[in-house]
């Protein structure tokens, strides 16, 4: 059974940081691109970034272009997601998400609330 | 790196079919047929019903089905029931490699 498993999120203030990390089982890991997707309160499915099954190619949405980074570790089976400069408009529930195109298989997601 | 449109709403009765539209451009739906569609119930994850703009994965009834008509995805549901109460939002793979989601649908049972 695959199972995606999302931490690292909370409370954080304006212009910090926060490393969201994603434990993947049940699949063989690095054979898939892997996906971050985040929802703000009250409003749809917004895609973050993503990541080739090797790392060497990462896409990000332009909102986060430059303050997000997406890495994997392939030998820990783990997703991660550094989130740097954070504002409010990042407050979200943080989903990790297997494949590139077609996600079958999401976490639970994460909390992340950035406020002061 | 704009949402694709779809309708805020859409609404029926159990037994009738309904269609959510999903509007893009020639950069993203009208260019490659890498369409999906999710269905999300309050506080839950997103589950994917239809992937490569018609096809269903394993377990997903076959009273969903999806194609694809320029720049525009739709997803039919047949049979309407109870349970298909919930948000429906498309997605495509875009020309800059990238993915967008559209701006979701509720679908509501009356």
């Known amino acids: 059974e695959v199972q995606l498993v999302e931490s690292g999120g909370g409370l954080v203030q304006p212009g910090g940081s926060l490393r969201l990390s994603c434990a993947a089982s049940?699949?063989?890991?690095?054979?898939?691109?892997m996906s971050w997707v985040r929802q703000a309160p009250g409003k749809g499915l917004e895609w973050v970034a993503n990541?080739?099954?090797?790392?060497?190619?990462?896409y990000y949405v332009d909102s986060v272009k430059g303050r997000f980074t997406i890495s994997r570790d392939n030998a820990k089976n783990s997703l991660y997601l550094q989130m740097d400069s954070l504002t409010a408009e990042d407050t979200a529930v943080y989903y990790c998400?297997?494949?590139?195109?077609?996600?079958?298989?999401w976490g639970q997601g994460t909390l992340v609330t950035v406020s002061s | 790196q704009s949402a694709l449109t779809q309708p805020a709403s859409v609404s029926g009765s159990p037994g009738q079919s309904i269609t959510i539209s999903c509007t893009g451009t020639?950069?993203?739906?009208?260019?490659?047929?890498?369409v999906s569609w999710y269905q999300q119930h309050p506080g839950k994850a997103p589950k994917l019903m239809i992937y490569?703009?018609?096809n269903r994965p394993s377990g997903v009834s076959n009273r969903f089905s999806g194609s694809k008509s320029g720049n525009t995805a739709s997803l039919t549901i047949s049979g309407l029931q109870a349970e298909d109460e919930a948000d429906y939002y498309c997605?495509?793979?875009?020309?800059?490699?990238?993915?967008?989601f559209g701006t979701g649908t509720k679908v509501t049972v009356l």
């Open positions: 998400a297997r494949d590139r195109v077609a996600a079958a298989d």
């Open positions: 049940g699949f063989t890991f690095s054979s898939y691109w």
């Open positions: 990541i080739k099954q090797d790392g060497s190619e990462k």
């Open positions: 020639s950069s993203d739906v009208g260019t490659y047929n890498y």
């Open positions: 490569e703009v018609s």
């Open positions: 997605s495509s793979y875009t020309r800059s490699s990238t993915l967008v």
